[in-house]
């Protein structure tokens, strides 16, 4: 969007209401190539959403929209220090092309991590390092997933993830969760109900700690009780856990890997306990499997950066991790208190959930609020959110949104609260005067594609 | 393959024998997710040919077999020094997730290093920054491939770039060159042939600048000729240029997409004129396309790492990094010429290109004589090359070698050839004793997916 790029112009507002104009303009630009996309790229491209979060970003707008993690927190210099070590005493390995795998010291190190979440069955061999979890997440649809497949995710999910099913063009049917997460008996209802109408459900997808965006946890009697449903079934569990160690009040529980070495594949990463900056994520899966995400990922990278993945065996070993994470989960913890206490105040007339770790709160709107819609005016406001349809593949979730609290400090958390209840309350105005609210014109699943700061 | 695993025997030639026995028993390991694999998954398996380069790794092996820069030419304490101002002067970027097209500033540096190669008519908003230009071949037939398309290719052709285009079910055809380059009378009649056929040809693959594996330069003549067919066609060029400012004797021609900003996706890297230990690569894009590739991008790794990104950007800014290429340049002409050198004195027999750049020789054997059954034999005698039949879709090229002259010292260049003289001879031997050599067992086609060392 060039010609209209909002970065130049003065003024969320003036930048918003231009957004809008980029959007309209689109099926106006030729795109000699047209004809020649494979099926699977049709459905790219940027939504108005999308293009709005760019304007989210600039200084003036409190985001309560990006999963960034707050990286100020680390020790800046002691990595720089030994960052400068590191390519002194080993760049001619770390500059190098590496393993299709991973490093090795570097696999042994993501063990010690996943021990703290009840991971002891696992070795070395069996984890494959990513770029990001994002790229495991790529990487397993890629070897599960043909066309027309069905993938189990919970309602709400990640939106990075729905992305990736969207684009190896699978069916994602949502199971409901509660306030203890993913709901066991739902669950078996979809896979009964997949096998009735001859679907092939490759996986289950589930995020059991600090959901991404709905803030629960699936409790540990679950835990076993979806393990057995997935195994009677025989469907594969993706357990995406970037968050598991990021609790306010209570030890992790155990990964659901931690009972079952070959139906489970766990997704971990560093990008939320230390920096999403090196992009370093893990896959740890059975043999055969692994085998194969190997392939895919030489295929798609060659290797994982050696660089990144040293510099993170580093970071390991030459500063106080646990520290750091002990000191994250007090910060984030105090943001939530921020947020939950702002809603309390400002915003009487939503719902919402009390996370106890994590990084996100999952708000209900008032009756007939459309949190799609919303979104300009918040932003011309300054404040942003993502909208709860990100979070679903049908559409649905324009009742809630999700609030962030992992990256503005304290007062601009409260600040930017202030300001959306000034958003929800205008437009409460509205809906009680011509019974709906605006619309935009995109197709509501556009926003699915994951825009890195909604990570 | 861990219950074999070849590192853990004494020995080449004992870790040969394992891995053949290793590959033999492959079909025995049972895996519980055998029938959920996608259709694009079912050639996923790791070849003979591949696990004989774990062994091809050992220090006792003269490997002119991998395609690794030297990266010990660099000034690994100036680069060290620029890694630690950069995260204690800009850590809170470095460290944290950035945009999915890749950082602005280094966008611009990229179009200062494209320029070197005639293309000033690109915007930084044309390039998308990828995981290594592997990722851009990635992206490039994820958003252009539907299976059964049709890709043309040079006769050889990089094995990565094979491996990617067989991931996601293209069916490559191969287009003959000659000392020149790409016949552009060839491409026309595969084109036509297509065209005859009903095929759908998505785009042209090809490597202008000394090739991968066959060591040749398109002439600029041809260059005007291959672009004036591709736009009669109205098929896409995807042109990838690793190697052009790794000229031994000239200044570089001029890229295609300096001729054409519409139909030329241009593919960079900086892992072969500066270090590949980063993985960053890059693509210059039309408009549309490059909005496509960001959303595939952002899809598969949420973004690339912007500690990598700004480790290049301040390498770029503090070292001189075109002194560092005139200096490779130098180091990779004496290891050519070290390598042609000891070909004429040991092996007179086979028939060679002179590339004048970049990182390989095409070799011919002697008549009757198999390179990819001879590879096992090779290694045990302490030498490794990738056989012909990984750069061919078909299992075409057993009469070929790729000779890489990129890591090895001129010394150990000169005894790996003098090594492989006399594997050439034994074979010689055998095949006119007997007529044949050994087979190898599994599908040459298996070789072409690649690993890493093979870049």
Redesign the interface.
């Known amino acids: 969007m060039?010609p209209t790029h909002p970065q130049q112009l003065g003024g969320a507002a003036a930048a918003a209401a231009d957004v809008a104009a980029a959007g309209a303009g689109e099926g106006t630009?030729l795109?000699?190539?047209?004809g020649?996309?494979?099926?699977?790229?049709h459905g790219?491209?940027?939504s108005e959403i999308r293009a709005l979060f760019s304007v989210a970003n600039r200084p003036e707008v409190v985001s309560l929209a990006?999963g960034?993690?707050f990286?100020?927190g680390?020790p800046?210099?002691v990595?720089?220090?030994s960052?400068?070590?590191?390519?002194?005493t080993k760049?001619?390995?770390?500059?190098?092309?590496?393993?299709?795998q991973g490093d090795v010291e570097l696999r042994e190190r993501i063990l010690e991590v996943c021990a703290l979440e009840g991971i002891t069955n696992a070795h070395p061999?069996d984890v494959v390092v990513t770029?990001?979890s994002?790229?495991a997440l790529?990487l397993v649809t890629?070897?599960?997933?043909?066309p027309g497949?069905v993938v189990l995710a919970e309602a709400p999910s990640y939106v990075?993830a729905l992305?990736?099913f969207r684009?190896?063009e699978a069916e994602v049917e949502h199971v409901p969760m509660d306030a203890h997460g993913l709901v066991p008996e739902a669950l078996e209802a979809a896979l009964v109900e997949a096998r009735r109408a001859g679907k092939k459900v490759?996986f289950l997808y589930t995020i059991p700690n600090y959901h991404n965006p709905a803030g629960v946890t699936l409790t540990l009697e679950r835990r076993h009780q979806v393990l057995e449903i997935c195994q009677r079934f025989g469907v594969?569990i993706v357990e995406d856990n970037p968050y598991g160690l990021l609790g306010f009040d209570r030890e992790p529980l155990p990964a659901m890997r931690a009972f079952d070495d070959?139906?489970v594949l766990y997704l971990g990463s560093f990008?939320k306990t230390f920096?999403?900056?090196?992009?370093v994520g893990w896959v740890i899966a059975?043999?055969?499997?692994r085998?194969?995400l190997v392939?895919?990922s030489?295929?798609?990278?060659?290797?994982?950066?050696?660089?990144?993945q040293m510099?993170i065996t580093t970071y390991l070993d030459t500063c106080d991790w646990k520290g750091q994470i002990k000191s994250y989960r007090e910060l984030y913890r105090e943001r939530r208190d921020a947020t939950i206490g702002a809603l309390a105040e400002y915003l009487p007339s939503a719902t919402w959930n009390v996370p106890d770790g994590g990084f996100y709160v999952w708000v209900k709107l008032p009756e007939g609020l459309d949190s799609r819609s919303m979104l300009p005016r918040a932003v011309t406001e300054r404040v942003a959110y993502v909208p709860g349809t990100a979070f679903f593949y049908d559409g649905q979730g324009a009742d809630h949104m999700r609030l962030s609290f992992c990256y503005p400090t304290p007062e601009r958390i409260r600040e930017g609260v202030r300001r959306l209840a000034n958003v929800v309350n205008a437009e409460s105005e509205l809906v009680q005067l011509f019974g709906t609210s605006a619309q935009l014109d995109d197709d509501p699943r556009d926003a699915e594609?994951?825009?890195?700061?909604l990570?």
Do not use: C
């Open positions: 060039h630009r795109d000699p190539w047209f020649a996309y494979a099926q699977r790229a790219m491209r940027a990006g960034m993690p990286i100020q680390l800046l210099e990595i720089g220090e960052m400068k070590r590191l390519i002194m760049g001619a390995t770390a500059l190098q092309y590496g393993s299709g061999d770029t990001g994002q790229q790529d890629r070897i599960f997933v043909d497949d990075g992305g990736v684009s190896y490759k594969l070959e139906g990008s920096a999403p900056g090196y992009r059975p043999h055969a499997v085998e194969k392939l895919a030489e295929s798609s990278i060659l290797s994982p950066s050696n660089a990144s510099a594609y994951p825009a890195p700061n990570a």
